[in-house]
């Protein structure tokens, strides 16, 4: 990949793409009609889908915000048609007979284009909220003629339900294409593959550069120390310490240049296998297997592997490297191009002229002339597709696609992969960097733009948030809790933290808010006797990106021995170390302590162990838990004792019966898990 600088990152809006075979669109008090989102002879996304539907061409999209609030709608017209009748759509969950969850006000009919290939965009005046398991249905009825359809016809469309994704969490973004058999393939991309397609995602924190490549992603925080994200090999997302002007990300490796011009490789294969070479450098390529890099002197070095001649330069200055699969292309001063390497599509014999960028693909590569004029070569679909007209500033190639920057600031993408069939974000950008699936570019105004596959996180900027798990039980009622986040580019600024309290008894559940937006790291939560708590954390950076919550850690709150009813001769005894400073005491076999209504997955007891202590039989129920023996060495009180475990909760009456005669038997409470 080439070398990504002197960039910001900005803040994170989540996407979820649904193409619908459908006229269906929302209408809101700002919808408005985008004639110039009709790019001519840029392939459809979803064109295959819509070739198969005949005279269905058309496509809808669904913007599901951050926070899980559908906010937005697209309507992709991919054919020229006309009609009389106002578009409206209608969201609705489960079935088209389910809850009503948003309507749109109309688009008029003498605002919906012509064209082909145009989008309709609107907005959700009162947006619902989707998450994950949620199933979304889609209805609208409207009279729609297309121009090689034959007479008018009245169509009317309602689709069964979609479900979004379980794995749907905020910060991702999934894509599919909505049958007109009332299915929705989710991971459906342009040429039938199963590829888990996202759109974009717009990320927050303000960072010097960011460069994609092979499935990860890599950036210079503003304080100049690094952070990568993405699936990784062992060490690849673990970069080194310190500051640095420059990074490239390779597949497999990653490497950069720190503030004093020294290099730094790290990951997996290639680059890390053989150590950079010393000096003072001022731009850096990493490639499939190899790297190169040009010295502040303009001369070249490459490292890594060398099986096809990819790091053998011929000597000379150079003002420009980009390190391919298995070939690298570089501009002398003069403005002429060398490559050198892999060659059996000519990918390695770069045209005539004078150039000031180029960049390296899979199977081929692009130039920008001195004039601002495309040139691409080697792999025939994405070098005959390349933009014939205009003028760019910024290119980079990957895995059958190009992506390039106008000097309007406008990103082109051309070729036949996914990423070059997904329409990549509008406004104005300075620098694109294409990874395998995926790609990133700057906006002028500084925030970053990703879109592409997502399904190995390649597009996550969240942070990430971690809590301190807590014991089995706990022997307070006031239970101490720890969490920590680790951040991704911006540094965390504060955390949400929320229980489950289930009680033992046949109580439902609750999830309570508790900590909401503190910078604590830690708290003491107040629990209740005979409840679990099941806890979780996220964490939130500087510029509000959110992570994902943690998974819960549960403890549970004992029940008191005088919660317990008694039968037979006990007494009450006080002593250190017993929950809540009190516990029963017997010597009498036969005698009980009991509790109706128990609902527990797990059941422990606590009790006294002494040399000379006596033996209990707990029941649930006429079952039989366990027979346990409270003979030890020594003696210890507010001893846990497991009873019982259960794949589920189980249900009855409790009863501890003591099966000594004569031996003391001291009871101080009862352990009753649901988690």
């Known amino acids: 990949m080439k070398v990504r600088r002197l960039a910001t990152l900005g803040a994170l809006a989540l996407h979820v793409v649904l193409a619908a075979p459908a006229p269906a669109t929302a209408a809101g008090p700002q919808a408005t009609v985008d004639q110039e989102a009709a790019r001519p002879g840029k392939p459809n996304p979803f064109q295959q889908d819509l070739d198969n539907m005949g005279n269905h061409g058309l496509g809808q999209t669904l913007t599901v915000g951050q926070d899980g609030l559908l906010v937005a709608a697209d309507l992709f017209l991919a054919r020229p048609a006309t009609t009389t009748d106002d578009l409206v759509i209608e969201i609705r969950r489960g079935d088209p007979g389910g809850e ?4 749109s006000t109309p688009i008029t009919h003498d605002r919906i284009p012509t064209s082909p290939g145009a989008w309709v965009h609107v907005a959700f005046p009162e947006p619902p909220t989707v998450k994950a398991g949620d199933v979304i249905a889609v209805t609208t009825a409207i009279a729609y003629p297309f121009p090689d359809a034959g007479p008018a016809w009245t169509w009317s469309w309602s689709d069964a339900g979609g479900k979004v994704p379980d794995d749907y969490r905020p910060g991702v973004a999934w894509s599919g294409f909505w049958s007109g058999d009332g ?3 989710w991971s459906r991309a342009a040429d039938g593959s199963d590829l888990a397609f996202r759109t974009w995602i717009e990320s927050g924190p303000p960072a010097q550069a960011v460069d994609a ?4 992603t890599c950036a210079i925080r503003i304080d100049g120390t690094l952070a990568c994200w993405g699936p990784g090999q062992p060490g690849l997302l673990n970069p080194p310490p310190g500051t640095f002007t420059a990074v490239s990300t390779g597949p497999g490796h990653v490497c950069a240049i720190a503030t004093d011009g020294t290099l730094a490789c790290w990951g997996g294969e290639g680059a890390t296998s053989t150590t950079p070479p010393i000096g003072a450098f001022r731009t850096i390529s990493t490639g499939g297997t190899h790297a190169c890099a040009i010295r502040k002197d303009g001369t070249l070095s490459c490292w890594g592997g060398n099986l096809l001649g990819q790091s053998s330069p011929p000597l000379g200055r150079y003002l420009d490297i980009s390190a391919g699969n298995g070939f690298t292309c570089a501009v002398r001063t003069d403005g002429t191009l060398a490559c050198w390497g892999y060659n059996p599509n000519e990918q390695a ?3 005539s002229g004078t ?5 390296a693909g899979s199977d081929h590569a692009c130039a920008i002339r001195t004039d601002g004029a495309v040139a691409c070569w080697g792999s025939p679909s ?9 003028t760019f500033a910024d290119i980079s190639a990957g895995p059958g696609a190009a992506c390039a920057v106008g000097t309007g600031g406008a990103i082109s993408c051309w070729g036949t992969a996914p990423l070059a069939l997904s329409p990549p ?7 694109v960097s294409l990874g395998a699936d995926h790609a990133c570019a700057m906006r002028t105004g500084g925030t970053v733009s990703c879109w592409g596959d997502d399904t190995r996180g390649q597009l996550s900027l969240q942070p990430t948030a971690t809590i301190t798990p807590l014991p089995a039980w706990t022997p307070d009622t006031a239970i101490p809790v720890a969490w920590s986040g680790t951040p991704a580019v911006a540094p965390i600024a504060s955390y949400d933290v929320r229980y489950r309290r289930t009680p033992g008894g046949k109580g439902k559940s609750s999830v309570v808010p508790w900590q909401v937006a503190t910078p604590a790291t830690s708290s003491t939560l107040p629990g209740s006797t005979g409840s679990t708590y099941c806890v979780s954390a996220r964490s939130r950076d500087a510029s509000g990106i959110v992570s994902e919550w943690t998974a819960d850690t549960c403890t549970a709150v004992p029940l008191d021995d005088r919660s317990l009813k008694r039968s037979g001769k006990w007494k009450s005894v006080t002593g250190p170390g017993n929950f809540r400073s009190t516990a029963m005491r017997t010597t009498s076999k036969g005698a009980e302590l009991t509790r109706k209504g128990v609902v527990a997955k797990r059941i422990g007891l606590l009790a006294t162990t002494c040399p000379t202590c006596g033996t209990v039989k707990v029941y649930l129920g006429k079952k039989l838990l366990r027979t ?3 003979r030890s060495d020594t003696t210890a009180n507010g001893q846990l004792l497991d009873v019982a475990a259960f794949s589920s909760a189980k249900s009855g009456k409790l009863v501890i019966r003591v099966a000594s005669s004569g031996k003391p038997v001291t009871v101080d409470g009862v352990v009753l898990s649901r988690s």
Do not use: W
């Not at 009503?100 to 309507?103: H, V």
């Open 100 to 103: 009503l969850l948003a309507t």
């Open 183 to 185: 299915t929705v393939r």
């Open 213 to 216: 490549g092979g499935d990860n």
């Open 349 to 351: 014999t770069p045209p």
């Open 355 to 359: 150039f000031s960028a180029v960049s």
């Open 382 to 390: 994405v070098a005959a597709a390349a933009p014939a007209t205009g």
């Open 425 to 431: 974000p509008t406004g104005s950008f300075t620098t």
């Open 628 to 630: 346990i023996s409270l």
